[in-house]
Structures are given as structure tokens and as C-alpha cells.
T-cell receptor, first 114, second 110 residues
Framework: KAGVTQTPRYLIKTRGQQVTLSCSPI?????VSWYQQTPGQGLQFLFE???????NKGNFPGRFSGRQFSNSRSEMNVSTLELGDSALYLC?????????????FGPGTRLLVL | QKEVEQDPGPLSVPEGAIVSLNCTYS??????FMWYRQYSRKGPELLMY????GNKEDGRFTAQVDKSSKYISLFIRDSQPSDSATYLC??????????FGTGTRLTIIP
């Protein structure tokens, strides 16, 4: 089975721009979670989608949004980029999510905001 | 106070040594405990998964959970240079999100 794929792998943007990141989960997985990873804060949960509905949300401002399509692929969008948004953005998928299910991570998209 | 605390290291040990990595957590509701390994420029991969207190062994790796003291440990025996990575502990309960420690960067010196 192919693993979780994320595109693009690297991205450079400037402050004020917006960005869209894409995640394709493992075939058959319906839960997709997004995380932000920075050296200072570690891995922080952004949100989780299941069957096209946001099921959980972390403590991030409204500039961070996401969606999930009927084929379980997911996108996250960050509007009005700030320097502090520079991070590795990781996507993880699970069959249904929750209840101790293992999450499988993609390689991440490294975003640099200048 | 963070829900999961982990010493960020870095930690350097000679090849063949026993490595001990530790985390503490504050929420007694956490039920599932995991260790992820993350190589440079890669996403985290699940290494060990335990439910409730006790030990779990997988090859050279042993995960230990002590719910009474809210302490999670990962032991690596006969450490190899290929074990050099960042190790992340994580906890979970019910349908809530995974909560991660900040990660410990480990280097095994040949």
C-alpha cells in the first residue's frame, strides 16, 4: 500500500501571501489530521477531518483552515502568512481515527515564510 | 504547563549502549501511549504502542508506562548508529487528538 503523500514538499512564500497544502491519505483511510512542527513547540495539532467533516480542532487562529474531499484527500490553507508560520506541516491518516488507532504520517511540507 | 513534557536533549551515546528516553504527562485520562521515531527530513513513524501500564518489548526496543506516576519510557538496547533520530512520545484518549512531547534528539556515536 502506498503511504501518505504530501505536496508540495517544499515551499517558500512571503508574508501576507496564502498557501494551500495537499495530503493524500493511505487508501481506505478516512481520517486525516494535520500538524504543525517547529523546533520550539514540537508537533502541534491543527485539525482532523473524517468523512469530509472537521471533527477536532486545535488552538490555531482562523487563518488556518482545511477541508476534506469525498475521496478522503485533504487540503489545508493558511491565509495572510506570518513569519512564525514557517514550519514543517505534517499530515497523518488513520482508518477511522480516534480510539487509539495508529496514525500514519506523511513526509511533510516544509514551508518557509520570508 | 504542557500536557506532555519531554527532555529535548540532545542526547549522545556510544554505539552499543542502552538508551533511556522519558516523558511525563499531566492528564490522567490518557489511555494510549506511543513512541514515534523521526529521521531528518522525514515524517514521524510509529515505533511502539502501548495501552495502560506495563512493559512492551519489540526487538531491541522496550516501552514502559507507569500510570501511577504518569511516566513513559523507551529503552533501546544495543544501540546502533541507525537509531540516530528524534524520538517523540505521544498520548491519546478516546477520540481526542494525539498529544506529543517536543521530541528528544538522539545521536549514536560509532
Amino acid at each position: 500500500k502506498a503511504g501518505v503523500t504530501q505536496t508540495p514538499r517544499y515551499l517558500i512564500k512571503t508574508r501576507g501571501q496564502q498557501v494551500t497544502l495537499s495530503c493524500s491519505p493511505i487508501s481506505g483511510h478516512r481520517s486525516v489530521s494535520w500538524y504543525q512542527q517547529t523546533p520550539g513547540q514540537g508537533l502541534q495539532f491543527l485539525f482532523e477531518y473524517f468523512s469530509e467533516t472537521q471533527r477536532n480542532k486545535g488552538n490555531f487562529p482562523g487563518r488556518f483552515s482545511g477541508r476534506q474531499f469525498s475521496n478522503s484527500r485533504s487540503e489545508m490553507n493558511v491565509s495572510t502568512l506570518e513569519l512564525g508560520d514557517s514550519a514543517l506541516y505534517l499530515c497523518a491518516s488513520a482508518p477511522r481515527g480516534g480510539n487509539g488507532e495508529t496514525q500514519y504520517f506523511g513526509p511533510g511540507t516544509r514551508l518557509l515564510v520570508l | 504547563q504542557k500536557e506532555v513534557e519531554q527532555d529535548p536533549g540532545p542526547l549522545s551515546v556510544p554505539e552499543g549502549a542502552i538508551v533511556s528516553l522519558n516523558c511525563t504527562y499531566s492528564n490522567s485520562a490518557f489511555q494510549y501511549f506511543m513512541w514515534y521515531r523521526q529521521y531528518s527530513r522525514k515524517g514521524p513513524e510509529l515505533l511502539m504502542y502501548t495501552y495502560s501500564s506495563g512493559n512492551k518489548e519489540d526487538g531491541r526496543f522496550t516501552a514502559q508506562v507507569d500510570k501511577s506516576s504518569k511516566y513513559i519510557s523507551l529503552f533501546i538496547r544495543d544501540s546502533q548508529p541507525s537509531d540516530s533520530a528524534t524520538y517523540l512520545c505521544a498520548t491519546l484518549f478516546g477520540n481526542e487528538k494525539l498529544t506529543f512531547g517536543t521530541g528528544t534528539r538522539l545521536t549514536i556515536i560509532p
